[in-house]
C-alpha cells in the first residue's frame, strides 16, 4: 500500500468531506469486493446500485480470506443486515403511513401487547445497535400518539396505506419537537499530547452524531456529541475506552458517572476511602 493512498489529518479529511470527495484504500476496495461476493448481498442492494459498485471495483482483486482466517467453533450470530430494511427505508424516505403487525408480544414500554393486532403507524428511523447487534425501527404511533422503538426481529408484516403529504408533514414536525426535547448534548475536549490518535478517538465516537472543532491558539480539540438520553450509557463505555485522552467538559451526568467509576476503582485498591462528592 502506499504510504500516502489515505490521509489521516483531520483537517484535510474534513475539507475533503465539505467537497463531496470520499477517499478509499486499495484495502476498502478489495474488502468491499469481497463482501459483494456474498450471498446477502443480493438482498442488501438493487440490482442496479450492485451492478454499479462491481463495475467501480472490478480492477480491484478481492481479499484472500483463506490463507489468514481460520474460523473456529463459534455462537450463533444475529444476522447484521435484515430484509426489512430496504422495504422500511422506502417508507421512511417516501413518509408513508404504515400498519406493522408483530410476531409476539413485547415486553418493553415499546411492544404493543396483543402481537395480532395491527398499528398504524409512520416509520421515522433506522437505527442499528452496537450493544445488542440487532436493528430497531422508530416510529411514531398514530393512534397512542407516542414516539416507539421495536426491534426489526419482532416484525411479522408491514402494510403500506394512504396517507395525505400535508398530513405526514405535521406529523414529522411533531416527532422532531419530540426528539429534540430528549435530546442531549455532550462536550468533550482531547489531550493535546493525544492530538496524534485523533483518528483512533474519532472512531471510537463514529457511531455518534458530532461535530469536531479545533483551536490552534490552544492546539486543542473539542468534539461535541449529540445523542439520545438512552444512549449516554453506551457513550459512557467509550469514555471509560478512551481514559485519560478524553476529558469531559460539559454534561452532569457524565462526569458523575466517570467520578463514580473512578472512585470505586481507588476505593478498591485503597487509594482513597470514599467516593468524592462531584460538584458540577
Not at 16 to 45: C, I, N, Y
Not at 53 to 65: F, G, P, S
Request: net charge positive; with cysteine; aromatic share 8%.
Amino acid at each position: 500500500m502506499n504510504l500516502f493512498e489515505k490521509i489521516f489529518n483531520y483537517q484535510i479529511i474534513s475539507r475533503l468531506d465539505d467537497s463531496g470527495t470520499f477517499m478509499t484504500t486499495s484495502q476498502e476496495r478489495a474488502w468491499l469486493k469481497t463482501m459483494l461476493d456474498h450471498p446477502s448481498a443480493v438482498a442488501a442492494f438493487t440490482e442496479d446500485t450492485l451492478a454499479k459498485l462491481r463495475t467501480i471495483v472490478e480492477q480491484d482483486t478481492a481479499l484472500n480470506l483463506s490463507s489468514h482466517l481460520i474460523e473456529k467453533a463459534r455462537s450463533k450470530e444475529k444476522q447484521l443486515y435484515h430484509p426489512l430494511i430496504r422495504v422500511l427505508r422506502r417508507h421512511i424516505m417516501e413518509h408513508n403511513k404504515i400498519r406493522l403487525t408483530f410476531t409476539s408480544s413485547l415486553r418493553d414500554h415499546a411492544a404493543p401487547a396483543n402481537p395480532a393486532e395491527e398499528h398504524p403507524a409512520l416509520p421515522y428511523k433506522l437505527e442499528y445497535s452496537m450493544v445488542k447487534k440487532e436493528w430497531y425501527l422508530l416510529w411514531y404511533h398514530l393512534k397512542r400518539k407516542t414516539m416507539m422503538s421495536t426491534r426489526l426481529s419482532k416484525l411479522a408484516a408491514i402494510e403500506e396505506e394512504q396517507l395525505e403529504p400535508s398530513e405526514a408533514q405535521r406529523i414529522l414536525a411533531k416527532i422532531e419537537r419530540l426528539l429534540a426535547s430528549r435530546k442531549r448534548e455532550v462536550r468533550i475536549e482531547v489531550l493535546p499530547m493525544y492530538n496524534r490518535e485523533l483518528s483512533r478517538i474519532l472512531y471510537a465516537l463514529s457511531s455518534f452524531e458530532k461535530t469536531v472543532d479545533y483551536n490552534e491558539e490552544t492546539d486543542v480539540y473539542s468534539v461535541t456529541i449529540c445523542l439520545m438520553e438512552r444512549e449516554q450509557e453506551y457513550l459512557l463505555s467509550k469514555l471509560r475506552f478512551l481514559g485519560k485522552r478524553v476529558r469531559v467538559i460539559n454534561g452532569g451526568y457524565l462526569k458523575r458517572r466517570m467520578l463514580e467509576t473512578t472512585s470505586k476503582a481507588l476505593e478498591r485498591y485503597g487509594v482513597i476511602s470514599e467516593p468524592s462528592d462531584f460538584q458540577e
